[in-house]
């Protein structure tokens, strides 16, 4: 029984890849409103029933797909969270912040026609504000308001807006850099914000 459950994990998982490359492949071209369920199903090569097994709707496998790649992301974020509020300061850490970068640039990386496509201007805006949200919720009771001399809100929209410029330029120009460089650029253009917050 354990194998089978095992086989049926695989093919779940399998299933679930194939689905979302398909509407990968397909908010390439189109927004999310104008692809069909039977254009995923034809091109992951399965049936309706067989995705309707799994998402409500179109609607609900992008909700779905990107709540993942959120998730996916926090946990890398968290790390680099979590150095910077060290009592030695960003700048001390400074070489663990930038193996933390390069393994989020490295996921990137790994999903990057996804990512570009959400990003893009056929992209799901709901992307961009649940990454704002992730921001505002870790960073917001962090920022130390006296460093800005703004309101925190600010502080974070700036951090949150950067990070995601930085991004969809190194998607958009073709990834010429490599992860590891990106995430010293990065950490360059961030240091400015990370000295600003409590520790």
């Not at 309707?52 to 890398?76: F, T």
């Amino acid at each position: 029984m354990r194998i089978n459950g095992k086989q049926t994990d695989r093919r779940i998982v399998r299933t679930k890849k194939e689905i979302l490359n398909a509407l990968t492949l397909l908010l390439e071209q189109k927004t999310i409103d104008e692809i069909t369920v039977k254009e995923i199903t034809d091109l992951a090569g399965i049936n309706r029933g067989t995705f309707y097994l799994h998402y409500v709707d179109k609607y609900d496998l992008m909700e779905k797909s990107v709540n993942q790649l959120i998730l996916e992301m926090r946990e890398i974020g968290t790390e680099i969270i979590s150095l910077t509020l060290t009592n030695k300061g960003p700048e001390n850490v400074q070489s663990e912040i930038e193996d933390m970068l390069t393994a989020l640039f490295e996921y990137i990386k790994e999903h990057q026609r996804f990512v570009k496509s959400l990003t893009g201007e056929k992209g799901n805006y709901s992307f961009h504000i649940k990454f704002n949200e992730f921001l505002k919720d870790t960073f917001i009771e962090r920022v130390d308001a006296n460093h800005f001399d703004i309101p925190p809100v600010y502080a974070v929209s700036a951090i949150s807006y950067a990070m995601q410029g930085i991004v969809q330029t190194w998607l958009h120009e073709g990834l010429v850099e490599s992860p590891a460089v990106m995430s010293q650029h990065t950490f360059k253009i961030l240091s400015v914000y990370l000295t600003g917050l409590k520790y």
